[in-house]
């Protein structure tokens, strides 16, 4: 057995809820593997967590919106860049540490697992925030920078793809089965619920006007408001 967090908007509240689910895992890394243990996550989110239509966010989903909202395969548009910047090579190239970063010859990566690659080989460092597109990031809330990537990113991606808003909001809650809260901090999962509740809220074009105006929606719903995180991102 595991257990694995899922997403659920709250557009009335903190905006996600984060709801722990037991459920039987499949190990392997064999995509058949992965995906019994997707399977298994829902139906126990249905029983235990009281949601019904749940959509697994990661190349591992079972479901092709799933597989496009990944961080591997949506991008964002840079200013300076002549080419959509893939969202992973957006995030960690954007670190910047105590002793070293940003890193931004990321951004011309087209490949998550070369970027993953890349920042695991990099010596053990303090976090200390972000620089990205002319802009500092701090670490409160915790997962600011990354919601904001993944938000203008999903913004970006709703203008060429037709209904996708309304085929998001017919989902209850997400999941990513490769996230584990014990290891890492960001979430694609969480990151597509607080796209969901800000669009149910009707504050989400409001929310991602600039950096300032996020920080402070977010803020002022309590969300992500813990200590600073470290390197495991």
């Excluded at 002319?134 to 970006?156: M, Q």
């Amino acid at each position: 057995m595991a257990k694995r967090p899922i997403f659920v908007p709250e557009p009335n509240g903190g905006l996600v809820e984060e709801r722990t689910v037991e459920f039987k895992w499949f190990p392997g890394f064999a995509l058949v593997q992965k995906q019994r243990s997707i399977e298994s996550l829902h139906l126990s989110s249905s029983a235990e967590a009281d949601v019904s239509q749940v959509l697994e966010v990661s190349t591992k989903s079972p479901q092709r919106l799933g597989v496009q909202l990944s961080a591997f395969n949506l991008s964002i548009a840079i200013a300076g860049y002549g080419h959509p910047v893939l969202l992973e090579a957006a995030f960690q190239g954007s670190k910047v540490f105590a002793n070293q970063g940003p890193f931004t010859h990321l951004y011309s990566v087209q490949s998550g697992t070369e970027v993953k690659r890349f920042m695991n080989e990099l010596p053990e460092d303090e976090l200390t925030c972000f620089q990205f597109d002319g802009n500092e990031w701090g670490l409160t809330p915790k997962t600011a920078f990354y919601d904001w990537l993944y938000l203008v990113a999903l913004s970006e991606f709703a203008t060429s793809a037709d209904d996708f808003e309304d085929a998001l909001l017919g989902y209850d809650a997400f999941t990513d089965i490769e996230f584990n809260p014990e290891k890492s901090v960001n979430c694609q999962a969480r990151s597509c619920a607080l796209y969901v509740a800000l669009l149910k809220a009707g504050i989400l074009r409001d929310a991602t006007t600039d950096p300032e105006s996020f920080v402070e929606v977010l803020k002022d719903h309590g969300y992500g408001v813990e200590p600073s995180q470290r390197r495991l991102l």
